[in-house]
């Protein structure tokens, strides 16, 4: 099993810079890839942005130019730099992970303010 838990969301305003984390915990020997999707209300879970193990990323359009992703492998933690917020990232943010399994965090709620 895989614990994946997300930290950081919040309100902020049009513009502004969040940083997401997501600490991963339990069997993390397995894990390859980290990412990160986002549902807004009435919307589908949209995949916002990934990274491999050895570090490749894939970004959504919507937000490749003002979303980065990175990982610390030692720490078995993810992060979301996010800046340039607009109104339309308003979401909650979940981490996803898989291995023998797909696992998924709670979410932390980010809202931008227009």
């Known amino acids: 099993q895989v614990q994946l838990v997300e930290s950081g969301g919040g309100l902020v305003q049009a513009g502004g810079s969040l940083r997401l984390s997501c600490a991963a915990s339990?069997?993390?020997?397995?894990?390859?890839?980290m990412a990160w999707y986002r549902q807004a209300p009435g919307k589908q879970r949209e995949m916002v942005a990934s990274?491999?193990?050895?570090?490749?990323?894939n970004y959504a359009d919507s937000v490749k130019g003002r979303f980065t992703i990175s990982r610390d492998n030692a720490k078995n933690t993810a992060y979301l730099q996010m800046n340039s917020l607009k109104p339309d990232d308003t979401a909650v943010y979940y981490c996803?992970?898989?291995?023998?399994?797909?696992?998924w965090g709670r979410g932390t709620q980010v809202t931008v303010s227009s």
């Open positions: 339990g069997s993390t020997g397995r894990i390859n890839f």
């Open positions: 996803h992970t898989s291995g023998a399994y797909s696992y």
């Open positions: 990274i491999t193990t050895g570090g490749s990323t």
